[in-house]
């Protein structure tokens, strides 16, 4: 097993299939005078093409855009201005993966905060902010939940804990978002015409590979999961690109070693029992109707827009394009405040924050100069 | 959008494993996993492994991309057709 | 002599006196020279190479070594990859109350022993005891002085075509640190690679001619050292991310949070930019150390003028690295 997944990362077979990718694109492109548009719906995609090289080795064949799957880079500014200010609340612990810590507030960011003497911890996964509930029962502590269906079990899953241990100061802000609502709304918004989408690998193992097949039902849209390695990413723009050549609009899981058609039950299970469908608003775009999900009434008592209130001023405005940057509308060197005044030590936006936003990515793998 | 990372199983006990990845490990839950025996590989996101690695189907996928960089595209014949082994898998 | 410091060890009088003697006076004692006062030493002609640098670690035993180890190897290592030879030491010491007087000797034994072994003596010393919570246990701050014995490096002479050579595998101490606080519930095997470069270096500089610098990428790791070598000096130096030697675990522990190995501290490393036709003679002395088995090639010089560093990728890529920016995160997503 150990010798397979190298080969995922084999530079000379990477090298190989590089040029396969540019030969199918180029036949694309022979066949209908423009290079094919494809979208990588996952940040962590949009970092791995960018790390490894792939997306610079390719920029003169496809023309890859990165999505919306950021979690940090599509949360709007007044859900990021209120998590911020949950850290000042008295008598908080404000529990979060390390991706929150720089993103800029309106006003200050955690980091900030928590060098101000505020309780802001750095957690691994949900269930140790339960653990450090229970360690402190006098205190309320509050996890941000950002993420998407692969995190939304994780989130689940803590509650579940919650509950079992009795654990009452234990609570979730939610600002999950969901993957195919989203897709829909790119789709039908007909911003960027996208030929097809590289499908988020691990967002699959939850969802499975079904969930996909709307898209090529019923928008004739192709699309591929693939996993992250070098090997993986190529595969997928050969495959994808190869899809859109005979015309027939696929769904193909290119990462069926790791995700199955149906997805994990058990996953799923987790997020319907404690979470349901909602509006959420995202960065850029306004609520989107259903594209999220929120605690079910009966577990409000772990909701912590329900425990806490948070009153936040109008949110700041700035120059920042991350919102245009998700729909993929434009590349980040067309923000006027790229590599100027934001950069990753002293980013503007979201997008320059989180390790796979756009900005960062491009800032960091993608510069020549 | 999420992290993960292939790792091995090295212990197992009711709820949760210690991996190894590539010489350094952690423990991990395996609520999603349940099944998992010491000596599969799983991809970890957020503390939790999320997914067996399915051996097997891994071999198969390298076989496809390798067929991939086998598959002839020279002269000037577009190699596209309903016949073609790597898209009719 | 109490098992525990107290701040009455910090306040100059009767227990004072106590702790200097039970602890420092035997194994910081060289020949005659005055301790904890004003310390006298013989010199020879020329320059004094000076440096400081205090040190904040946590734990403060880690695999590999301990923070007084790491104060004589941080320091000395410093001396030495300016190009002198580190010959006196002083050190501070801020403890906090309750500190454990045994682990303060292991501390203080091997400091002295990792000065010995170089030919350093430590001539000046003080102790400051603070209150409880104002320290996390102890801080370190350690000053030497050198002077030069072989022609200097000089990073002006930096060359198109000069190749990029570093003695072993990166970001060991940042990874054994990471894992050694069990932050984030990981473990692993691995090692600091805190080790003092002295002998490695003098020996380079006595039989190759045309080292144009070195430099400990220690904090920041070997992206932060090489970029700021490259805009110090204005050149343009391509490493190729498939030569750089990283340990398996290093990249693992990495992977699980989000890190990446280049912005990994050293302790032990140097990085050295010569001529390419002395590429060989620089990796064969290094191989000749313990703290040299693994010394490879990882880049070189491709033009000056700019100042850039660039990670070629197995793809063939370039791209262009930046200093590290900020602390890293763990990340998830
Ligand atoms: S470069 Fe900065 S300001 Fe511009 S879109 Fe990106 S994050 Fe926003």
Same mark, same amino acid.
């Given at each position: 097993?150990?010798?397979?997944?190298?080969?995922?990362?084999?530079?000379?077979?990477?090298?190989?299939?590089?040029?396969?990718?540019?030969?199918?694109?180029?036949?694309?492109?022979?066949?209908?005078?423009?290079?094919?548009?494809?979208?990588?719906?996952?940040?962590?995609?949009?970092?791995?093409?960018?790390?490894?090289?792939?997306?610079?080795?390719?920029?003169?064949?496809?023309?890859?855009?990165?999505?919306?799957?950021?979690?940090?880079?599509?949360?709007?500014?007044?859900?990021?201005?209120?998590?911020?200010?949950?850290?000042?609340?008295?008598?908080?612990?404000?529990?979060?993966?390390?991706?929150?810590?720089?993103?800029?507030?309106?006003?200050?960011?955690?980091?900030?905060?928590?060098?101000?003497?505020?309780?802001?911890?750095?957690?691994?996964?949900?269930?140790?902010?339960?653990?450090?509930?229970?360690?402190?029962?006098?205190?309320?502590?509050?996890?941000?939940?950002?993420?998407?269906?692969?995190?939304?079990?994780?989130?689940?899953?803590?509650?579940?804990?919650?509950?079992?241990?009795?654990?009452?100061?234990?609570?979730?802000?939610?600002?999950?978002?969901?993957?195919?609502?989203?897709?829909?709304?790119?789709?039908?918004?007909?911003?960027?015409?996208?030929?097809?989408?590289?499908?988020?690998?691990?967002?699959?193992?939850?969802?499975?590979?079904?969930?996909?097949?709307?898209?090529?039902?019923?928008?004739?849209?192709?699309?591929?999961?693939?996993?992250?390695?070098?090997?993986?990413?190529?595969?997928?723009?050969?495959?994808?690109?190869?899809?859109?050549?005979?015309?027939?609009?696929?769904?193909?899981?290119?990462?069926?070693?790791?995700?199955?058609?149906?997805?994990?039950?058990?996953?799923?299970?987790?997020?319907?029992?404690?979470?349901?469908?909602?509006?959420?608003?995202?960065?850029?775009?306004?609520?989107?109707?259903?594209?999220?999900?929120?605690?079910?009434?009966?577990?409000?008592?772990?909701?912590?827009?329900?425990?806490?209130?948070?009153?936040?001023?109008?949110?700041?405005?700035?120059?920042?394009?991350?919102?245009?940057?998700?729909?993929?509308?434009?590349?980040?060197?067309?923000?006027?405040?790229?590599?100027?005044?934001?950069?990753?030590?002293?980013?503007?936006?979201?997008?320059?924050?989180?390790?796979?936003?756009?900005?960062?990515?491009?800032?960091?793998?993608?510069?020549?100069? | 959008?999420?992290?993960?990372?292939?790792?091995?199983?090295?212990?197992?006990?009711?709820?949760?494993?210690?991996?190894?990845?590539?010489?350094?490990?952690?423990?991990?839950?395996?609520?999603?996993?349940?099944?998992?025996?010491v000596g599969d590989y799983v991809i970890v996101h957020a503390g939790q492994a999320m997914s067996i690695i399915d051996e097997e189907a891994a071999l198969e996928s390298l076989e496809t991309w390798k067929m991939i960089t086998?598959?002839?595209?020279?002269?000037?014949?577009?190699?596209?057709?309903?016949?073609?082994?790597?898209?009719?898998? | 002599?109490?098992?525990?410091?107290?701040?009455?060890?910090?306040?100059?009088?009767?227990?004072?006196?106590?702790?200097?003697?039970?602890?420092?006076?035997?194994?910081?004692?060289?020949?005659?020279?005055?301790?904890?006062?004003?310390?006298?030493?013989?010199?020879?002609?020329?320059?004094?190479?000076?440096?400081?640098?205090?040190?904040?670690?946590?734990?403060?035993?880690?695999?590999?070594?301990?923070?007084?180890?790491?104060?004589?190897?941080?320091?000395?290592?410093?001396?030495?990859?300016?190009?002198?030879?580190?010959?006196?030491?002083?050190?501070?010491?801020?403890?906090?109350?309750?500190?454990?007087?045994?682990?303060?000797?292991?501390?203080?034994?091997?400091?002295?022993?990792?000065?010995?072994?170089?030919?350093?003596?430590?001539?000046?010393?003080?102790?400051?005891?603070?209150?409880?919570?104002?320290?996390?246990?102890?801080?370190?701050?350690?000053?030497?002085?050198?002077?030069?014995?072989?022609?200097?490096?000089?990073?002006?002479?930096?060359?198109?075509?000069?190749?990029?050579?570093?003695?072993?595998?990166?970001?060991?101490?940042?990874?054994?640190? *990471?894992?050694?606080? #069990?932050?984030?519930? @990981?473990?692993?095997?691995? %090692?600091?690679?805190?080790? $003092? /470069? +002295?002998? &490695?270096?003098?020996?380079?500089?006595?039989?190759?001619?045309?080292?144009?610098?070195?430099?400990?990428?220690?904090?920041?790791?070997?992206?932060?050292?090489?970029?700021?070598?490259?805009?110090?000096?204005?050149?343009?130096?391509?490493?190729?991310?498939?030569?750089?030697?990283?340990?398996?675990?290093?990249?693992?522990?990495?992977?699980?949070?989000?890190?990446?190995?280049?912005? *990994?501290?050293?302790? #032990?490393?140097?990085? @050295?930019?010569?001529?390419? %036709?002395?590429?060989?003679? $620089? /990796? +064969?002395? &290094?191989?000749?150390?313990?703290?040299?088995?693994?010394?490879?090639?990882?880049?070189?010089?491709?033009?000056?003028?700019?100042?850039?560093?660039?990670?070629?990728?197995?793809?063939?890529?370039?791209?262009?690295?930046?200093?590290?920016?900020?602390?890293?995160?763990?990340?998830?997503?």
């Amino acid at each position: 097993m150990k010798e397979i997944l190298e080969k995922f990362s084999d530079a000379d077979f990477s090298i190989e299939l590089l040029d396969k990718v540019k030969e199918v694109a180029d036949l694309f492109y022979a066949k209908h005078g423009r290079k094919p548009v494809l979208m990588e719906v996952c940040g962590s995609h949009t970092q791995a093409f960018a790390k490894s090289g792939v997306k610079y080795a390719i920029k003169d064949h496809v023309h890859l855009i990165a999505g919306p799957g950021c979690p940090v880079c599509v949360t709007d500014q007044t859900s990021i201005d209120s998590m911020i200010e949950l850290s000042n609340k008295e008598n908080v612990i404000v529990c979060t993966f390390g991706d929150m810590m720089r993103v800029p507030g309106s006003r200050y960011t955690l980091m900030q905060t928590k060098s101000q003497g505020k309780d802001v911890r750095i957690v691994y996964s949900p269930l140790d902010a339960v653990k450090i509930a229970r360690e402190n029962p006098t205190k309320e502590v509050v996890f941000l939940g950002i993420g998407f269906e692969t995190t939304i079990p994780l989130l689940g899953a803590s509650i579940k804990e919650a509950v079992r241990l009795d654990v009452e100061n234990y609570s979730i802000w939610m600002n999950t978002k969901l993957v195919e609502p989203i897709l829909r709304y790119l789709i039908s918004l007909g911003e960027v015409k996208v030929d097809g989408f590289l499908l988020p690998g691990h967002v699959s193992i939850v969802t499975g590979e079904e969930f996909y097949h709307f898209l090529r039902d019923e928008y004739n849209v192709p699309g591929i999961i693939s996993g992250f390695e070098p090997v993986e990413l190529l595969s997928g723009l050969y495959r994808l690109t190869h899809c859109l050549l005979s015309g027939k609009a696929e769904i193909i899981n290119d990462y069926p070693f790791v995700v199955s058609k149906k997805g994990n039950k058990v996953a799923q299970d987790l997020m319907a029992e404690f979470f349901e469908i909602a509006d959420e608003p995202w960065r850029g775009m306004g609520v989107i109707s259903k594209s999220g999900m929120d605690f079910k009434p009966e577990f409000n008592q772990f909701n912590a827009k329900r425990k806490f209130d948070i009153e936040i001023p109008e949110a700041r405005k700035t120059k920042c394009k991350c919102g245009e940057i998700i729909r993929g509308l434009i590349e980040p060197p067309a923000c006027p405040l790229f590599g100027k005044a934001c950069k990753p030590v002293n980013p503007i936006g979201p997008c320059m924050v989180s390790s796979e936003g756009s900005c960062a990515a491009y800032y960091n793998f993608m510069r020549e100069e | 959008m999420c992290v993960g990372v292939p790792a091995k199983v090295i212990e197992k006990e009711e709820y949760q494993a210690v991996v190894d990845v590539m010489g350094s490990k952690m423990t991990v839950g395996i609520i999603f996993v349940q099944d998992v025996k010491v000596g599969d590989y799983v991809i970890v996101h957020a503390g939790q492994a999320m997914s067996i690695i399915d051996e097997e189907a891994a071999l198969e996928s390298l076989e496809t991309w390798k067929m991939i960089t086998e598959a002839r595209e020279a002269g000037g014949q577009s190699p596209i057709g309903e016949s073609n082994p790597v898209v009719n898998r | 002599m109490e098992k525990f410091i107290t701040m009455a060890h910090g306040d100059g009088g009767e227990q004072s006196h106590e702790l200097i003697q039970a602890v420092f006076v035997e194994p910081f004692s060289s020949e005659k020279e005055a301790i904890f006062d004003a310390a006298t030493m013989p010199w020879t002609s020329g320059e004094v190479v000076m440096s400081t640098d205090s040190f904040v670690v946590k734990p403060l035993f880690f695999p590999g070594g301990n923070i007084g180890k790491l104060a004589i190897t941080g320091t000395l290592n410093d001396i030495s990859v300016s190009g002198a030879k580190p010959m006196y030491l002083t050190c501070g010491f801020i403890i906090e109350e309750g500190f454990s007087v045994d682990d303060l000797k292991t501390i203080v034994k091997s400091m002295r022993d990792e000065a010995d072994k170089f030919g350093v003596k430590i001539v000046a010393g003080d102790t400051k005891v603070v209150e409880k919570g104002s320290a996390d246990g102890m801080f370190i701050n350690t000053t030497a002085v050198g002077m030069y014995v072989h022609k200097r490096p000089n990073p002006y002479e930096i060359q198109a075509g000069d190749s990029v050579l570093i003695n072993g595998t990166i970001g060991d101490h940042g990874v054994a640190l *990471m894992t050694a606080r #069990g932050q984030l519930g @990981i473990t692993s095997d691995i %090692e600091s690679d805190c080790a $003092v /470069l +002295t002998d &490695m270096i003098d020996k380079l500089q006595a039989e190759v001619a045309s080292i144009r610098i070195m430099r400990d990428p220690t904090r920041g790791g070997l992206a932060t050292s090489l970029v700021e070598i490259a805009e110090d000096f204005q050149c343009k130096i391509i490493i190729k991310e498939r030569n750089i030697p990283i340990r398996n675990e290093v990249h693992g522990a990495c992977d699980i949070v989000g890190f990446d190995p280049l912005y *990994m501290a050293n302790e #032990g490393k140097v990085i @050295i930019i010569c001529a390419q %036709e002395d590429e060989e003679k $620089v /990796l +064969t002395i &290094m191989k000749e150390f313990k703290t040299g088995q693994n010394a490879t090639k990882i880049g070189s010089v491709s033009e000056i003028g700019i100042g850039q560093l660039m990670l070629e990728t197995p793809l063939g890529a370039k791209r262009r690295l930046s200093r590290l920016a900020g602390v890293m995160l763990p990340r998830i997503c």
